[in-house]
């Protein structure tokens, strides 16, 4: 469904993505790995249009989104939860909810919630709480049930497990699995391997803002001196 085909990306004069290819098959999910400043934000945000591809294509269902604003890529059916959740701080979880439907150009979604409290039924007791008071924990579930109710067929997910317990992580981990089952196809950033593995059905290693691995989870997980090479673990 979704192709990146031969990417560069820019900030200013600084050339950030030489090249990046990949892929995401209806239905599947998909990792990027790689270390710290390896290109993997700035590949999901030019998908979304964030930041301008220089070089390369992008297609959605064979339509073409280089070029298209964030927002007309939303509208196609891509949500996109970025590193640091994007919750806005001074609205309630209610209003931080309305606001992902209404990015997607969807109005009607109160009588949609019963889904996202499945995944999520910590949120429906803090339907009131101002975004800005929630833990790490409760903010990374409203940035996930936030794209969730635009019903995209895609969704960009960066870094959704950084710095939090264990439990809450299995909790995403969860709720990540039952929007796949429904249909919903994901494309993560990752830094954990353990949470990579157990979700992916393929897993990309960006290099310095090259393509290092193509290939399974258990591909990689099988070859540790690539793993040292390409992640330092």
């Known amino acids: 469904m979704l192709v990146v085909d031969n990417i560069h990306s820019y900030y200013g004069d600084a050339h950030i993505l030489h090249g990046i290819s990949l892929k995401v098959d209806k239905g599947t999910v998909v990792t990027l790995l790689g270390r710290n400043g390896a290109g993997k934000s700035t590949t999901l945000k030019s998908i979304m249009g964030i930041v301008p591809v220089r070089a390369g294509t992008i297609t959605l269902f064979d339509r073409p989104l280089a070029g298209l604003t964030c927002d007309a890529v939303a509208r196609l059916g891509i949500a ?23 990015g997607s150009g969807r109005r009607r979604v109160n009588g949609e919630w019963d889904e996202i409290f499945e995944d999520f039924p910590a949120l429906a007791d803090i ?67 353990d949470v990579a593995f157990e979700l992916s059905s393929h897993v990309y290693v960006i290099d310095q803002g090259h393509n290092g691995f193509d290939g399974t989870p258990g591909e990689l997980g099988r070859d540790t001196a690539l793993q040292q090479q390409l992640l330092g673990v």
């Open 80 to 102: 996109y939860v970025p590193e640091g959740r994007g919750i806005i701080p001074n609205l309630t979880v209610a209003e931080n909810l309305r606001l992902g439907a209404l």
């Open 127 to 193: 339907l009131s709480r101002k975004g800005g008071l929630l833990s790490g924990g409760e903010q990374q579930m409203l940035a996930l049930a936030r794209a969730l109710v635009a019903h995209p067929s895609l969704i960009l997910v960066d870094e959704a497990t950084e710095g939090l317990a264990p439990i809450v992580v299995q909790t995403l981990i969860r709720a990540l699995k039952r929007m796949n089952q429904r249909g919903t196809s994901i494309l993560l950033v990752e830094q954990r391997l």
